[in-house]
């Protein structure tokens, strides 16, 4: 069901295969539509269904098996608007590994902001002080790049230590995750929290590297596949807060794709949840 009557919406398909729009239709006087489909071709094909409102694209979660209803098949969609709205930077995870090649460490951020507005949150133009919002990376950052998340890389520029998001932002959670290099002459490695940050957390791959400041205070360790990592959180940080990585001499070194898979392990749970608790609300 989608909250706007007479709208047109797209089921798609992608998969390994192949993939492409598969049916449209229009929306009832009380917004709701229907598929009927059958999945065919690979098996880890995804099925989804999409519509367009005020020239942003809005999406269903991707779609089980059997009938999908309710709030799993819903389409939400809101005004747009270029001017500010409250943003809030709900989690921001760092993940430090040992070094990847010659005196370099991958670095992996895992940033989740929520539009706490009733709209969309366009860009003004495709200036700097345009964009949606912006991240500025640690300084010596290298060959930074957008890894996964919600954002489409081709929605993203990088105009020096600066990341400029112009995708749109609808009311809800959205998810970044951006990777880059950091050589060994930049560390210490000095993190700032600009906007206060609910959750602050810091994973370090190697055991004698450390962090303190921005509240952040250690917790129990992780292992994943055989790797530790030492873990520092911190909770409601304010603006203005830094914190300070320092790392020891060049060690062994680590897959960087493990690295931002154990993001993802480690903040998935949190960030469902907050996107469940900001999608009802």
């Known amino acids: 069901m989608i909250p706007v009557p007479q709208q047109w919406v797209t089921l798609h398909r992608v998969g390994t295969d192949k993939a492409g729009p598969l049916d449209s239709v229009r929306t009832g006087a009380d917004g709701s539509f229907a598929f009927t489909y059958r999945r065919t071709g690979a098996p880890d094909a995804i099925y989804f ?72 949150r366009v860009a003004r133009d495709e200036s700097a002080n345009g964009a949606v919002w912006s991240f500025t990376l640690p300084s010596g950052a290298r060959e930074a790049a957008l890894t996964d998340g919600d954002i489409p890389a081709t929605a993203v520029k990088f105009a020096g230590p600066r990341l400029l998001v112009y995708a749109p932002l609808a009311p809800g959670m959205k998810q970044i995750v951006v990777s880059y290099l950091m050589p060994s002459e930049s560390f210490p490695m000095l993190v700032a929290t600009p906007r206060k940050t609910g959750i602050f957390e810091v994973l370090l791959e190697e055991p004698s590297a450390s962090a303190h400041g921005a509240k952040l205070r250690e917790v129990s360790s992780v292992t994943v596949q055989g790797r530790h990592f030492r873990r520092y959180v911190g909770a409601d940080v304010p603006a203005g807060e830094t914190a300070t990585v320092t790392v020891p001499d060049i060690g062994h070194s680590v897959n960087p794709w493990f690295v931002a898979g154990l993001t993802f392990v480690i903040g998935g749970a949190m960030t469902f949840a907050l996107a469940r608790a900001v999608r009802r609300r």
């Open 49 to 120: 269904a999409s519509s367009s409102y005020g020239g942003v694209a809005y999406f269903t979660k991707p779609l089980h098996a059997g009938s999908t209803t309710g709030d799993d098949a819903e389409i939400a969609v809101f005004d747009t608007t270029s001017s500010d709205v409250p943003i809030s930077l709900r989690g921001h995870h760092v993940v430090i590994g040992a070094p990847v090649a010659g005196n370099l460490r991958r670095v992996t951020d895992v940033i989740e902001l929520s539009n706490d507005s009733a709209r969309t």
